[in-house]
C-alpha cells in the first residue's frame, strides 16, 4: 500500500526536557541530545509553513513512578522545572505541550483524538531517546493509524551505536511506508 501523497503532519517533539540537558548531571544523551535542536527547529518551521501541527510532549513522571524501582533515577517530575521544555527549541503559542505519564507521548493522554481532529495523518517524531520514548511513540502512532516517521537526524540515543542499532530495525520493515525512518530533509520535501 502506498500512501496518497496528501498527507498532513504532525512533529512530534519527545522529552526534550530540562533535565536531560544539566551539563552537571553529565548525562551520556546530554551531548547527542544537543547535536539534535537546530534540526528540529528548522523542521518544526517547515511544519508549520505546511499547515502542519508542532507538539512538544514531555516527560510528567510522578517521584513513586514504577518505573522508578529499577536502575532509572527520578527525572522530569510533573510541575517541576527539569520537566519544561528547553529553552533552545522554538516553541510558538500554537503549538501544544503535551506533558506524558509514561514513554509514549499516547499513552494516557488524548493525543490520538487531538491529532485526529486536525485531520493529521501522519506523525514524524523527533527528540529522545530514539530506543525508548521516540521507539514507543513511532509505534503507538502506527497503532492509532497514524503513519509514522523515525526521522534519524532529530533523534538522539545514549550513543550513537544505540541509535543506528534502534534506526536499523526499522529501516526495511513489513509496515513500510507506513512506518520508515527517515531524514528531516526527506519529509520537508514532502510537506
Known amino acids: 500500500m502506498e500512501t496518497n501523497g496528501n498527507e498532513k503532519t504532525a512533529l512530534l517533539i519527545i522529552d526534550m526536557v530540562k533535565d536531560n540537558f544539566v551539563p552537571e548531571k ?23 509553513d505546511a499547515g502542519g501541527w508542532v ?12 518505573i ?19 529553552d533552545e527549541l522554538d516553541r510558538r503559542p500554537e503549538d501544544l505541550w503535551l506533558p506524558k505519564p509514561k514513554f509514549s507521548a499516547f499513552f494516557d493522554t488524548d493525543l490520538a483524538d487531538q491529532l485526529s481532529d486536525r485531520k493529521i495523518t501522519r506523525c ?52 513500510h511506508p507506513l512506518l520508515r525512518v527517515d531524514s528531516s530533509n526527506v519529509l520537508t520535501g514532502e510537506l
Open 124 to 175: 514524524a517524531v523527533a527528540g529522545i531517546a530514539t530506543n525508548f520514548c521516540v521507539l514507543t511513540t513511532v509505534m503507538d502512532a502506527i497503532c492509532n493509524d497514524f503513519q509514522a516517521v523515525m526521522l534519524e537526524d532529530c533523534t538522539a540515543a545514549f550513543t550513537p551505536q544505540i541509535h543506528e542499532n534502534t534506526l536499523s530495525l526499522y529501516r526495511r520493515n513489513p509496515l
Open 55 to 66: 507538539v512538544f510532549s514531555t516527560d510528567a513522571f510522578r517521584e513513586d513512578d514504577f
Open 26 to 48: 553529565h548525562l551520556p544523551i546530554t551531548e547527542h541530545a544537543l547535536r539534535i535542536i537546530n534540526p528540529i527547529n528548522k523542521l518544526a518551521l517547515r511544519v508549520r
Open 68 to 86: 522508578f524501582h529499577g536502575r532509572m533515577r527520578p527525572h522530569a517530575l510533573a510541575g517541576t522545572t527539569g520537566a519544561e521544555i528547553i
